[in-house]
Antibody
Framework: QVQLVQSGSELKKPGASVKVSCEASGYSFSDYALNWVRQAPGQGLEWMGWINTNTGNPTYAQGFRGRFVFSLDTSVRTAYLQMSNLKADDTAVYYC??????????????WGQGTTVTVSS | DIQMTQSPSSLSASVGDRVTITCQASQDVTNFLNWFQQKPGKAPQLLIYDVFNLGKGVPSRFSGSGSGTHFTFTISSLQPEDVATYFCQQYDYVPYTFGQGTKLEI
């Protein structure tokens, strides 16, 4: 079964760091890019960027450069989103999503279940 | 950034109705336009990619059309399980951007 399984909810204080994981199974990990998408409470979807699972090269959307880092551990078929110096505005559900349709890099066909990150003092 | 504007923002319809949602892009996005469905508390699901192609396992009552800056998503016969929020998304330009969503109720 093709799936992405994310790590559990996190409660962090402002200024802290957090690392969210996204473990892939059921397909060849390096064949498809992984994207990260944020959804603030009651809000829409915001694309954060993507990571090339073949080369490990990340690409960040403008608002996610600096405090956000995408990485991989291919030995365990897992992608990571690390966020530092957390702010209350970072409170959101974070999704990883596979770009699984050849020729359609924006067509996210498999999604993780989401990881809720709450930033509160 | 490309702005994606959906209308309506919310919609109430009856089972069996034909439902249409529109998505307007601030610039030509060619045919790089997808539609996602998100049910409460769940991750989004890809319904349609590249304007009109159905995602894997997606029922044929869902369809899409359009080109350039104006796109349409249609449910031909609304079912109870279609209660959800629907998002359009362009990926012609980075950053990929989503519409604000259309909440569909029965």
């Amino acid at each position: 079964q093709v799936q992405l399984v994310q790590s559990g909810s996190e409660l962090k204080k402002p200024g802290a760091s957090v690392k969210v994981s996204c473990e892939a199974s059921g397909y060849s990990f390096s064949d498809y890019a992984l994207n990260w998408v944020r959804q603030a409470p009651g809000q829409g979807l915001e694309w954060m960027g993507w990571i090339n699972t073949n080369t490990g090269n990340p690409t960040y959307a403008q608002g996610f450069r600096g405090r956000f880092v995408f990485s991989l551990d291919t030995s365990v078929r897992t992608a990571y989103l690390q966020m530092s110096n957390l702010k209350a505005d970072d409170t959101a559900v974070y999704y990883c999503a596979r770009a699984g349709i050849m020729g359609a890099p924006g067509a996210f066909d498999i999604w993780g279940q989401g990881t809720t990150v709450t930033v509160s003092s | 950034d490309i702005q994606m504007t959906q209308s309506p923002s919310s919609l109430s319809a009856s089972v069996g109705d034909r439902v249409t949602i529109t998505c307007q892009a601030s610039q030509d996005v060619t045919n790089f336009l997808n539609w996602f469905q998100q049910k409460p508390g769940k991750a989004p699901q890809l319904l349609i990619y590249d304007v009109f192609n159905l995602g894997k396992g997606v029922p044929s009552r869902f369809s899409g059309s359009g080109s350039g800056t104006h796109f349409t998503f249609t449910i031909s016969s609304l079912q109870p399980e279609d209660v959800a929020t629907y998002f359009c998304q362009q990926y012609d330009y980075v950053p990929y951007t989503f519409g604000q969503g259309t909440k569909l109720e029965i």
